[in-house]
């Protein structure tokens, strides 16, 4: 693998369970506990096929899902890849005051540095959710960069005026928090992501393929994204309008070889190793 400084993309991963999905009114956070989790197979299945191909990923822990299978924290550490914070309860963070957001985002951090005993300096927020005081409030709770900007029309606060390449926010405390947005695509004069969750399911990887090479040719890294439920077929189904359904579950079984062949197609590595390798670390090591 080529140097992180002239990757053409990240691989990243959401790791939370089946039944972390936002809006559908599933169960609440003191009801996941009684549930059959999935994501200890499923994440283990993903390391496996990281491994064999030789790729680095930054993977975004529930604080929840962390506490609870810390081994697998572990393992993503010992195999070489990035530990970052996905929150601790999986809200959106439009839903939460800032001082609920700063609690959040602080115990997540804690718990994950406490498992790994090394600093976590990502953060991505649940659906990609935005508030106006988020940046200066994980600058505050010790975050160094983030990727939840989804630079387009989004169900759970797009930005479709945002840049689409890698950029610097000036906070308020003086530090600069670095923001990884979620890559974005120009199809038919509009915004579209096709790197990551649904949009990865649903197209075919011929076009995946085109678009995100189009964005490495512009000199824009691409951010892919997955979730471990999205290369198990048999994990439970929430309930939920047929819509949801749709987006939540299609193609499922496709998932994983098209991320295979995206580890054979791009060069990735992980957020950390970028920043650090195009001199921006300010001591992120």
């Not at 359904?245 to 197609?265: G, Q």
Request: charged share 25%; glycine share 8%; hydrophobic share 40%.
């Amino acid at each position: 693998m080529e140097s992180a400084k002239t990757a053409e993309g990240f691989l990243t991963v959401d790791v939370e369970d089946w039944f972390h999905i936002l809006d559908v009114g599933g169960p609440q956070i003191e009801e996941w506990d009684s549930l059959p989790s999935r994501v200890e197979q499923n994440f283990m299945r993903l390391l496996d096929l990281f491994s064999e191909k030789k790729a680095t990923s930054t993977c975004f822990f529930l604080g929840w899902v962390a506490e609870r299978f810390p081994h697998l924290v572990k393992e993503a550490v010992r195999r070489g890849h990035e530990i970052a914070s996905h929150g601790y309860a999986h809200r959106l963070t439009n839903e939460l005051t800032r001082e609920q957001f700063y609690d959040d985002v602080l115990r997540a951090r804690l718990v994950l540095e406490e498992i790994t005993g090394a600093p976590v300096f990502g953060y991505r927020a649940p659906g990609f959710s935005m508030a106006e005081w988020i940046f200066d409030t994980l600058a505050e709770a010790g975050y160094r960069y983030d990727s939840s900007i989804f630079p387009a029309s989004h169900g759970h606060g797009g930005r479709p005026n945002a840049p689409r390449e890698f950029h610097a926010i000036p906070c308020r405390n003086g530090q600069v928090l670095f923001e990884f947005p979620i890559t974005v695509s120009n199809v038919l004069g509009k915004r579209v992501c096709v790197s990551g969750g649904g949009y990865l399911r649903l197209f075919p990887y011929w076009f995946i393929r085109r678009k995100s090479r189009e964005m490495v040719d512009e000199g824009c890294p691409v951010v892919f994204y997955i979730h471990p439920r999205e290369i198990d077929p048999e994990h439970p189904r929430l309930p939920m309008n047929a819509v949801r359904r749709f987006k939540s579950y299609v193609n499922i079984a496709a998932t994983e070889s098209k991320i295979s062949r995206i580890l054979d197609d791009f060069r990735v590595t992980t957020f950390q190793q970028y920043l650090i390798s195009n001199d921006k670390s300010g001591g992120l090591t």
